[in-house]
């Protein structure tokens, strides 16, 4: 996960939106059938956003990651679209029997803000993005759980960042005893769009 200064970005159209995702389907099939990615088209280009690219099998989460650099959308998304299927260390890559059973997201992210305070975000509005330090000053842990992820598994804000320590691969201790270590926490909005796998095929076939 890449970081870049504060971003934002205009509103996406909810066609184009949904025409990203089924990009990452494309692009996903082609790849695991032929072992290398798909071209995209060249219009993406003209366009820079830092996103995430998330996949749901059946309803539970199967591969998020993202990057918070505004870089071209195309090549960004070509790249992530791979990345969250297979190289999520949470899980297994995805196999091409899967595929037509998942939801894919792109997650459009904008208005990024440091906070000084790591309570300073709302639910279901901000996701969070924290980076520290461990108990050696040489040890950096980051960590960032979108918006709507909070929301989704009933967490506050002290559940979620407790949370968030875990996911960063940090385990030495509780969220008091780390928040003096803190040395940036942001808080962001995203634009999301998701769809199955069957409405990928069918928004392929109209097309």
């Excluded at 970005?9 to 099939?29: T, W």
């Excluded at 926490?185 to 392929?204: H, M, N």
Aim: hydrophobic share 30%.
């Amino acid at each position: 996960m890449e970081s870049a200064g504060e971003t934002i970005v205009s509103p996406i159209n909810e066609d184009f939106h949904k025409s990203l995702a089924c990009y990452c389907f494309s692009n996903l099939e082609h790849f695991l059938t032929h072992k290398k990615m798909q071209d995209y088209a060249s219009t993406l280009d003209t366009q820079q956003h830092p996103l995430f690219v998330t996949y749901y099998l059946d309803g539970r989460l199967r591969g998020c990651i993202g990057t918070f650099k505004p870089d071209m959308l195309g090549k960004t998304l070509q790249s992530y679209s791979i990345i969250a299927a297979i190289k999520d260390h949470r899980f297994p890559p995805i196999q091409l029997k899967e595929v037509p059973h998942l939801t894919c997201e792109v997650s459009i992210l904008s208005q990024f803000e440091k906070i000084a305070h790591p309570l300073d975000w709302e639910v279901g509005k901000h996701g969070i993005e924290i980076e520290f330090s461990g108990e050696d000053v040489c040890e950096t842990y980051r960590g960032t759980y979108l918006p709507q992820v909070a929301k989704e598994q009933g967490w506050d804000q002290r559940t979620t960042l407790e949370s968030l320590l875990k996911k960063a691969g940090y385990y030495g201790g509780n969220l008091e005893s780390v928040m003096e270590r803190f040395k940036m926490v942001r808080r962001y909005q995203s634009e999301k769009r998701g769809i199955t796998y069957s409405e990928y095929k069918e928004l392929t076939y109209k097309v």
